[in-house]
């Protein structure tokens, strides 16, 4: 099943630099998995988004709102299950994480459009829960990379920026590249 977004006679479509556009081709449309990653690339661009609809490609029909959902205190048993499925490790930054101090994270938060559900779910240091707060993954790795680049300009050399640089704009490209080829 796939979803697009729809505002009168026009979709939304995602150029290569990531741009938020809009069209009156239906096939190039951005199609989305789920419903939810629809909705966060709607709270994502609400500006360019505003009165735009989640649609139903198979149906073409508007999907119903998704009411916010209501953050869920997890029992001690999912507790368990999310922390051994990230192996007692910060998904965020890779440290380990003593059982009795780690936070569930959202990995696409609940103001973004997630779920409660266990696969939505990982394991993180408070420190990077209280970093990451509600931003998508690619977003927080994208503000990440960006501090790191600045602050290595500040410190370092502009030799050592702009080979980090490049660096940076080729897994841009890789990404984009990865974008095209679900659309396709």
Known sequence: MAYILQKDDYYCYLDGKHTVCKTQNLNLATRFETQGSARAMLNKATKKLKDYKIVDMETMQQVGDIHKIKRKQFSATE??????????????????????????????????????????????????????????????????????????????????????????????????????????
């Open 79 to 184: 507790r368990v299950k999310i922390y051994n499925k990230g192996k007692g490790r910060c998904a965020i930054c890779g440290k380990f994480v003593p059982y009795d101090s780690f936070t569930v994270d959202h990995i696409i938060p609940l103001a973004k459009g997630g779920t409660n559900a266990m696969d939505n779910l990982q394991v993180a240091c408070s420190v990077c829960n209280l970093i990451k707060q509600d931003i998508l993954p690619e977003d927080l790795m994208t503000k990440l990379t960006e501090i790191v680049l600045y602050q290595m300009k500040n410190s370092y050399n502009d030799k050592l920026w702009k080979r980090m640089n490049y660096l940076r704009q080729l897994e841009q490209k890789r990404i984009f590249l990865n974008v095209i080829k679900r659309i396709s």
